[in-house]
């Protein structure tokens, strides 16, 4: 046996310590396959090649058990590897998962790797004792930012892209830049910005909602970037007044010819100004003709969304915002329900994340989705804690 400090096991699966025992698992690492199995029928047999496991999880291999309580001064590393088939253990975690996770003990100086790998792993898969101390930590923090993306709008009822009728190439033809090149695409695109707004209107508050909007009322919240036009956050007095539409918002129309004319619509009027004159150009008009000056064109007002292909609406304040936040002393990152596919946000963040970890090793970069991030490594490397799961799970079990 690799670990002599192991109680074994006179069972199929070899050995296992007696935190394995205490915790209903068996775990057998010989040759190169690390193998788990959960001590009750509702719980199948997982093996994972040891190569798969990656660099932080075999350099805690070489170190020796990570379960072993041989040594009361190691600290306890969790290795969570289950399929679910039942539901007589589901109190154990809080969702049930597909991929194993290593879950690295909190507060250990050797669980930073040369290399820069996260610290420590928390997903929803992981013990209530890894929540509690990210719970513990991000109340302790004063400047957070929070990034978001659609999947905190889902569970609203409002779908993304993927979990819509539509495919997504489907999409990005509706909301590209040629949208107005007939009147059929512009109608397409307007009907689907009306009921994103309407629906951002009507959609329930979500949990996450609530936790933005109390992180934004006690002060601890910085800035919310979000991707999202539906402006459900308009709705919650804080939270909206830190609020930085990336992509633009439903409840505005800009016009075509001039960015800095814009009026804000609501569901009833959105229909009677799309595409209708610009009111704000007419005026200039208007002025320019008493003053004797020459005439200008009046554009037409369309819906101040980003669309594939053209610059960011708003683009000058967002970037002002970012340089800001890259100056002042931000103490976490949340990023939450995004893949931050997009290049702009995705570098952005990826600066930011240096930036935040860089100045204290206490600095959180957070990841809250329901997939792993599939940015690079060095991005990887900056993630303080992963939490893979609901964003409403998470923020319910946050208690700031």
């Not at 589901?90 to 879950?103: D, G, K, T, Y």
């Not at 209107?201 to 919240?221: G, I, M, N, V, W």
């Not at 970037?319 to 931050?340: C, K, W």
């Amino acid at each position: 046996m690799p670990f002599p400090d192991c109680v074994f096991l006179p069972t199929y699966w070899g050995f296992a310590c007696a935190s394995c025992i205490a915790r209903h698992r068996v775990i057998e690492c010989s040759f190169n396959i690390l193998r788990t199995e959960y001590l009750d029928r509702f719980w199948e047999k997982v093996q994972v090649a040891i190569d798969d496991l990656g660099l932080a999880a075999l350099r805690w291999l070489e170190r020796g058990h990570p379960l072993s309580t041989f040594d009361p001064h190691r600290p306890q590393t969790i290795w969570q590897c289950c399929r679910h088939s039942g539901s007589d253990l589901a109190h154990e975690l809080a969702q049930p998962v597909q991929e194993p996770s290593f879950v690295f003990p909190p507060d250990t100086p050797n669980a930073r790797l040369p290399n820069g790998g996260p610290d420590v792993s928390v997903s929803s898969r992981s013990h209530p004792g890894d929540l509690k101390l990210l719970n513990k930590k991000l109340c302790a923090k004063k400047n957070i930012i929070i990034i978001s993306g659609a999947g905190i709008s889902t569970n609203a009822g409002i779908p993304d892209y993927r979990s819509s009728s539509r495919s997504q190439t489907s999409s990005r033809i509706v909301y590209d830049a040629s949208a107005y090149s007939t009147p059929e695409s512009a109608d397409t695109l307007h009907a689907d910005v009306l009921q994103k707004l309407r629906s951002g209107r009507k959609a329930p508050f979500t949990p996450f909602d609530t936790f933005a909007e109390r992180l934004a009322q006690s002060d601890h919240l910085r800035y919310h970037y979000t991707q999202n036009i539906d402006c459900r956050q308009t709705r919650l007095p804080y939270l909206s007044q830190r609020t930085v539409w990336l992509h633009g918002r439903a409840d505005t129309l800009v016009c075509h010819l001039r960015p800095s004319h814009t009026i804000w619509v609501t569901p009833r009027s959105f229909p009677r100004w799309v595409l209708a004159p610009c009111p704000l150009c007419k005026k200039e008009q208007r002025k320019r003709v008493m003053t004797r000056k020459r005439r200008r064109a009046v554009g037409f007002l369309r819906p101040n969304v980003l669309l594939y292909g053209e610059n960011c609406p708003g683009e000058d304040e967002i970037t002002a915002a970012f340089n800001r936040d890259l100056t002042q002393p931000v103490d976490a990152v949340l990023i939450v329900g995004t893949r931050l596919l997009i290049p702009p946000l995705a570098n952005f963040t990826e600066r930011l994340c240096k930036v935040v970890r860089a100045k204290s090793p206490d600095n959180l970069v957070i990841w809250v989705s329901k997939e792993s991030p599939k940015l690079g490594e060095g991005f990887q490397s900056l993630i303080s804690f992963e939490y893979l799961g609901d964003c409403d799970d998470f923020a319910s079990m946050m208690s700031i």
